[in-house]
């Protein structure tokens, strides 16, 4: 009888063994899938209304990105000290220049921005026409008078290595992608 329970024990420690294991490898695995290729962030206001709405959970990535005019980005700013989330107006090197009516044009040509919410109606800060230096994007949120974006100075032109990922889908409420 006490081969049996040894071998009871031991059967059962090794299950136990290859449980723990198994959790702390999915865990694991987890764990780098969305730290180095997908992360999860949730809007905050209505900067990218009626694009985004404030709470939505996105799932952004930032693996092997290079940042194109249109895309909706997150990125961290010093200024507000967290995470915004902005679509890419231009680019290093492009030209920024807004209207007096406020129209948007990059390198002279019209933007057709048929995403945007409200039109903007506070001052701008940046200089324009504005050319975007190396490494950096220009950012504008698509709700233009509830953004804080880099017409302003205060958050200024987004540095690639402060671009934490590009929005790949839209979780929650609303599932589904985002052009």
């Given at each position: 009888?006490?081969k049996?329970?040894t071998k009871?024990?031991?059967?059962?420690?090794?299950?136990?063994?290859?449980?723990?294991?198994?959790?702390?490898l999915?865990?694991?695995?987890?764990?780098?899938?969305f730290?180095?290729i997908?992360?999860?962030?949730?809007v905050?206001?209505d900067s990218?209304?009626p694009?985004l709405?404030?709470?939505?959970?996105?799932?952004?990535?930032?693996?092997?990105y290079?940042?194109?005019?249109?895309?909706?980005?997150c990125?961290y700013?010093d200024?507000?000290d967290?995470?915004?989330v902005?679509r890419?107006?231009?680019?290093?090197?492009?030209?920024?220049?807004?209207s007096?009516?406020l129209?948007?044009?990059?390198?002279?040509?019209e933007?057709?921005e048929?995403?945007?919410?409200?039109?903007?109606?506070?001052k701008?800060t940046?200089?324009?026409?504005?050319?975007v230096?190396d490494?950096?994007?220009f950012?504008?949120?698509d709700n233009r008078?509830?953004?804080?974006?880099?017409r302003?100075m205060?958050?200024g032109?987004?540095h690639?290595n402060?671009i934490?990922g590009r929005l790949?889908?839209r979780?929650f409420?609303r599932?589904?992608?985002?052009r």
């Amino acid at each position: 009888m006490e081969k049996n329970e040894t071998k009871t024990k031991i059967n059962w420690l090794s299950e136990l063994y290859e449980l723990l294991d198994s959790v702390v490898l999915s865990a694991v695995c987890v764990l780098v899938i969305f730290t180095l290729i997908f992360r999860i962030f949730v809007v905050s206001g209505d900067s990218m209304y009626p694009t985004l709405k404030n709470g939505e959970r996105l799932v952004v990535s930032g693996l092997f990105y290079d940042p194109k005019p249109g895309d909706i980005i997150c990125f961290y700013n010093d200024y507000k000290d967290e995470v915004l989330v902005k679509r890419v107006i231009a680019t290093a090197g492009q030209t920024v220049d807004i209207s007096d009516d406020l129209r948007v044009f990059v390198d002279g040509k019209e933007l057709p921005e048929d995403y945007i919410g409200d039109i903007d109606t506070r001052k701008m800060t940046t200089p324009m026409p504005y050319t975007v230096e190396d490494n950096c994007v220009f950012v504008m949120g698509d709700n233009r008078g509830d953004s804080m974006d880099s017409r302003d100075m205060r958050v200024g032109t987004v540095h690639k290595n402060d671009i934490l990922g590009r929005l790949i889908i839209r979780l929650f409420p609303r599932f589904g992608t985002v052009r």
